[in-house]
């Protein structure tokens, strides 16, 4: 069990970086081609893909289950798909990005009631955080302001906020989970 929490924590860490990477690309390039940002984008979330496969390879002999191999596989296709299709993708960039960071928030959120089941200080931070970032895909969604260009900017800094986030999750879920092993090899001494 413990491997299996180590390789989430790698993958997850490795995906926030990409994402604040391409969220700082965007908020500093908005009139820049977004064919190049589908073919990035397209190529992170390939690269996320593999991952989740190779990590699901490396632990197939220990009963990993089937269902872990499903995100990878998802995220591998469509990281080929943008990466192939830029131009088809200009239209749903809106919609990519919204539903990604509703993604993120929705994780985000799970692990919020991680913490608030161990009972961990301040998990209502987490769980704020969680819930801005599923407000902002949303909103993203919506696209209330029209331009393209503000539209690029407004998903840069939400994916910033959202890589951080996760860091800032990724972080405290690390921490309980020590404290809990920890307490339960405490407990196991005791016998």
Same mark, same amino acid.
Do not use: H
């Given at each position: 069990m413990k491997s299996i929490l180590h390789e989430q924590r790698r993958s997850s860490i490795a995906a926030a970086a990409v994402t604040i990477l391409l969220g700082l690309t965007l908020v500093w390039w908005p009139s820049g081609s977004v064919r190049l940002l589908c073919i990035l984008l397209g190529f992170a979330v390939f690269v996320t893909g593999?991952?989740?496969?190779?990590?699901?390879?490396a632990k197939r002999r220990e009963s990993y289950p089937m269902v872990l191999?499903?995100?990878?596989?998802? $995220?591998?296709?469509?990281?080929?798909?943008?990466? /192939?299709?830029?131009?088809?993708?200009?239209?749903?960039?809106?919609?990519i990005f919204g539903a990604i960071l509703i993604f993120h928030g929705v994780v985000d959120? &799970?692990?919020?009631?991680? $913490?608030?089941? &161990?009972s961990w200080a301040r998990w209502w931070l987490d769980l704020?955080?969680?819930? $801005? /970032?599923?407000?902002?895909? %949303? $909103?993203?969604?919506?696209?209330?302001?029209? /331009?393209?260009?503000?539209?690029?900017?407004?998903?840069?800094? %939400?994916?910033?906020f959202d890589g951080i986030s996760d860091l800032y999750i990724i972080w405290r879920l690390?921490?309980?989970?020590? &404290?809990?092993?920890?307490?339960?090899?405490?407990d196991q001494s005791d016998w």
């Open positions: 593999i991952i989740y496969l190779l990590g699901w390879v191999l499903l995100p990878g596989v998802v $995220l591998c296709a469509i990281g080929v798909w943008l990466m /192939t299709n830029p131009e088809s993708v200009v239209i749903l960039i809106q919609y959120l &799970q692990g919020a009631v991680v $913490l608030m089941k &161990q704020a955080l969680g819930a $801005l /970032t599923v407000a902002l895909g %949303a $909103l993203i969604l919506i696209n209330p302001f029209g /331009t393209f260009s503000a539209l690029i900017m407004l998903i840069g800094g %939400a994916l910033i690390s921490r309980a989970f020590r &404290q809990v092993e920890r307490e339960l090899n405490d």
